[in-house]
């Protein structure tokens, strides 16, 4: 029997790296979580979602955007009046809030948090920092990822910006262009469209967010163009051109130019995998430093398990969180169900926002499943009314055969939080029937869902009599 200073290590404090420590930590393990920075939280608290989230928020409240169908409500702002300070003020707010409940949560399951880079001597040894090394039983990486940075943009340009020195601005540009129309960049050109900035988004493809529902997509292109922002599509860019003063020139492949006040360059995120030492383990990854891991989140090296963004899609700090619990149900004997990938929620917090689940109508066609859709529209709903979002659709694909649910798509106001009514039911492999039968608090959007299965009914009842 080996003698380990720990049952586990965690590599990276991220919520993949919190969530399996926590979860070793409550199993009674003797647990480390390594961090090479001075706050803990990773990405997702530190650089990625709360931060945009809360910039999104400050937006929306002091642009006035949520009262923006209230007939004779203007709380509108101009964009002279919002400081960026006002912005950040928030955001650090939160922050400091998260990365406290989250060290809280470490002591009370007894995780001794250690500081500096690791990188492994051997599948059991990690040196960190060079000063100490730690001998553990298991070791989760859970390194995460930071945005790509393409060849060809200068970054050294202080107006040239990925989205971590995004947060870094003092002021809140006159123009913007967003290079990239992924996730990322599609929630930051639509925050900066909506406190007055003028946007620009260059897309290399030929519409944004393809794995969308198309409808929802097209609904979403619509909601941007409403917004102020320019799309150009099928575009990149050739040169960014320095010139005196604040701001870039941009130059595109189709030879457009065009001033920026400040360049967003979101072409993606790279695996956090350098100097971790993967080599003296004999772990190899992909070109983007993916690491591969079998369905119990272990590593092809025995004892070392990997989770979150360093492997790749889907990305996400909750998927991330669920990732990393399971690699310790596994790792600690205890098979844990995977995470399901067909009812998985995804969230973009666009303006307007967007929530999905399940199979969008044109998966249904690629796999030659039969489907039909039911719609529902905020503006027909009261909640919707009262709260003036009035371009807003819920969507629900099921199986007319037996009126089983494959899908449920929103776009508009709380749609990420809407989306889990959808997953449960999916998850539990329930029909539409359940919500045009159920009875919803009035007036709720969760009326939507009752609606759409109504109108869902309608509609075999028509094809029915063809
Ligand atoms: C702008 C933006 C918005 C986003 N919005 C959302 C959203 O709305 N919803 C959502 O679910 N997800 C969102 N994400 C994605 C989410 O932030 C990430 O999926 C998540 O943070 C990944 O978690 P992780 O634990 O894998 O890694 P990370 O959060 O990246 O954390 C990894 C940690 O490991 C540390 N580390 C790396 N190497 C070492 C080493 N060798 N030694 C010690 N420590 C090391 C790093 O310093 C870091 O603290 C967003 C991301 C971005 C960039």
Known sequence: MQNYDYDLAVIGSGPAGVMAAVEAGRRGKRVALIERLKDIGGAGINTGTLPSKTLRESALHLSGYRQRGL???????????ITVAQLLARKNQVIENE???VTDLLRSVKVEILRGHAHFADAHTLVLDETRRIRADKVLIATGSRPRR??????????????????????????????????????????FACLGVKVTLLESGPKLLGFLDEELRALL??????????????????????????GVKVETKAGRRFAAGKLL???GRSSNIEGLGLENIGLATDKRGRIAVDAGYQTSVPGVYAAGDVIGFPSLASTGMEQGRLAVCNAFGESGECVRMDTLPYGLYT????????????????????????RARYRDNARGQIEGDLDGLLKIVFRPADRKLLGVHIIGDKATELVHHGQLAL????????????????????????????DGLLRLEKRAKG
């Open 71 to 81: 007939d004779g409500v203007d709380l509108g702002l101009k964009r002279e009046q």
């Open 99 to 101: 990365i406290a409940l």
């Open 150 to 191: 393409p060849e060809g943009f200068p970054f050294d340009d202080p107006d040239v910006v990925d989205s971590d020195t995004i947060l870094k601005l003092e002021r809140i540009p006159e123009t913007l262009t967003v290079v990239g129309g992924g996730v990322i960049g599609c929630e930051y050109a639509s925050i």
């Open 221 to 246: 292109e619509a909601r941007f163009r409403a917004l102020g922002i320019e799309l150009l599509f099928d575009e990149g860019v050739e040169r960014v051109i320095h010139v005196p003063g604040p």
């Open 265 to 267: 360059v979101a072409a």
């Open 351 to 374: 303006i307007p926002e967007v929530g999905y689940v399940g199979l969008n109508e044109e998966e249904c066609q690629a796999k030659g499943l039969e489907y039909e859709v039911g």
């Open 427 to 454: 998850e539990l492999g329930g029909t539409i029937d359940a919500f045009a039968g159920a009875c919803f608090n009035f007036p709720t959007l969760s009326i939507l869902y009752k609606r759409a299965a109504i």
